[in-house]
């Protein structure tokens, strides 16, 4: 796909024509503006790029859709990046060539890079400036759990399941494969992912214990009705078909792909287990962005540019073209359609508005709020991949060195400059969103008393406050 800027002219600051020549620009250059030759030409205020060649990760989801979006659209050319954008296998494999600097940066589990900070897996000092969006999970289940579920489940007057449908009508199934001897068996996507704290969230609000984790043992099974395990996002429905796991929890396409194959149902949408919660975030090494800030700054420019685009509804269509080709998600647009412009299907035929399902830019999902990153900290904790109790101080410590809303700041007030964003979608925070009970069991979550959070669920670690 072309960008508009193939033909452009830039007279580029000295730093870059020396990181390009080899030499070594060891000064951080101040903003410069950059002339642009062509008509069609934005009005972006370029910086000293001291990287312009990038190599950035992403796995095959929907959600990495701003990745591909700034480069389809030129986003990040416009800004002086030269990017590539390469599918990786994992997200362990993700997270390692992030650290180890074989990847500029990543789409990334929320998760990753708070655990990296906080103790739980491999340690390395990375941060985010870009949160990549709100909701877009969802569970799904084999046909034989729905067929034993649906009984369970509410009816409307038109004899359709009423959603959003809780793990209580999950919970005679599971006694009933237990009686039958064999273990209920649940995939998610990593240990650290949303979508592992997603579904033992709903499993633990309905009493069904999704198991613990210890130092000792990290398998995160102890106690568990429910056995949760591994398996990468593009695996989900083929081994949900095998059988070896009887449900899931999942990014899309992969919901709907089981749908598209009449292999399962989508039960739940994490908007319903947490409204417009946050999903998956930019990453990149703490090293990088000290050695790198003006690049750190335009990469976060082009990705909210991105967002921006996504979240105009007129733009999806062309949006799921692009996600559907190869070298991005490669799913066939009528599955990425069925999410990605405005509606979201359970039961085949059974299709449903759900125009937040994806959200990119709306209600500030761009903007890398302490709050999010400190509700994954509580549920480390609560599940014990913190093992030892933590003070409130340290859970507000420990994501500020993490979560990176001053990078952010710069990059929104640049486009605000420009005339790419309005000054009124900055918002005005000290990093903190509301306390919220938007939650599939009405708990009410305040990131700023989160030893309080944890002492609130009947399920899980206690902390003295």
């Known amino acids: ?23 070594k620009e060891t000064k951080k250059t101040p903003i410069v503006e950059t002339t642009i030759e062509e008509a069609t030409a934005s009005k972006t205020k370029m910086l000293a790029i001291e990287k312009p060649q990038l190599t950035f990760g992403f796995i095959k989801l929907t959600d990495m859709a701003p990745l591909a979006i700034a480069k389809e659209k030129g986003f990040f050319e416009e800004e002086g990046l030269f990017v590539s954008v390469e599918a990786q296998s994992n997200w362990k494999n993700v997270l390692d060539r992030v650290i180890d ?17 906080a103790g739980f897996g491999r340690q390395a000092k990375l941060v985010t400036a870009f949160s990549m969006d709100l909701n877009g999970n969802a569970i799904t289940v084999s046909n034989d759990v729905w067929s034993k579920m649906k009984p369970n489940v509410p009816k409307d007057k038109d004899g359709k399941p009423v959603h959003p449908i809780t793990a209580n009508a999950l919970k005679p199934v599971i006694t009933q494969y237990k009686n039958s001897g064999k273990a209920f068996k649940m995939g998610m996507v990593f240990p650290v992912s949303t ?40 695996q989900m429905p083929a081994t949900l078909e095998a059988g070896t796991i009887f449900g899931y929890c999942v990014g899309e396409p992969w919901n709907q792909q089981a749908v598209f194959k009449g292999i399962g149902v989508p039960v739940v949408t994490n908007y319903d287990i947490w409204k417009n919660n946050p999903e998956k975030v930019f990453v990149m090494t703490q090293k990088f962005v000290d050695e790198n800030p003006n690049t750190a700054i335009a990469v976060t420019k082009a990705l909210i540019r991105a967002g921006k685009w996504l979240d105009q509804p007129e ?19 009528a599955v990425l359609a069925n999410s990605m412009t405005g509606t979201f299907e359970f039961e085949k035929g059974d299709k449903r508005d759900m125009p937040d399902f994806n959200v990119f830019y709306k209600y500030n999902a761009t903007y890398p709020f302490y709050s999010d990153g400190i509700w994954f900290l509580t549920q480390m904790r609560r599940w014990g991949q913190i093992p030892d109790a933590k003070s409130a101080a340290w859970y507000a410590n420990t994501i500020k060195e993490i979560y990176r809303p001053d990078i952010w700041k710069k990059a929104a007030a ?38 309080g959070y944890i002492n609130s669920f009947s399920i899980g670690n206690k902390d003295k406050k």
């Open 1 to 23: 796909m072309k960008t508009l800027f193939k033909k452009s002219i830039y007279i580029l600051p000295v730093a870059m024509l020396l990181f390009a020549c080899g030499g």
């Open 101 to 117: 600097g074989q990847l500029d940066g990543s789409h990334m589990l929320a998760g990753q890079p708070i655990a990296a900070g």
């Open 195 to 234: 979508h592992n704290y997603e579904i033992r969230y709903w499993l633990a609000a309905a009493g069904i214990h999704p198991g613990m984790y210890t130092k000792e043992n990290v398998q995160g099974q102890i106690d568990a009705e429910v056995l949760l395990s591994v398996t990468p996002p593009p």
């Open 315 to 333: 733009n999806r269509t062309e949006a799921v073209k692009i996600l559907s080709m190869s070298q991005y998600v490669g799913a066939p647009e």
């Open 414 to 451: 640049l486009l605000v400059e420009e005339g790419n964003i309005p000054a009124k979608d900055i918002p005005t925070t000290d990093g903190y969103k509301p306390a919220t009970a938007d939650f599939i069991d009405g708990t009410k979550f305040d990131a700023k008393d989160p030893l």
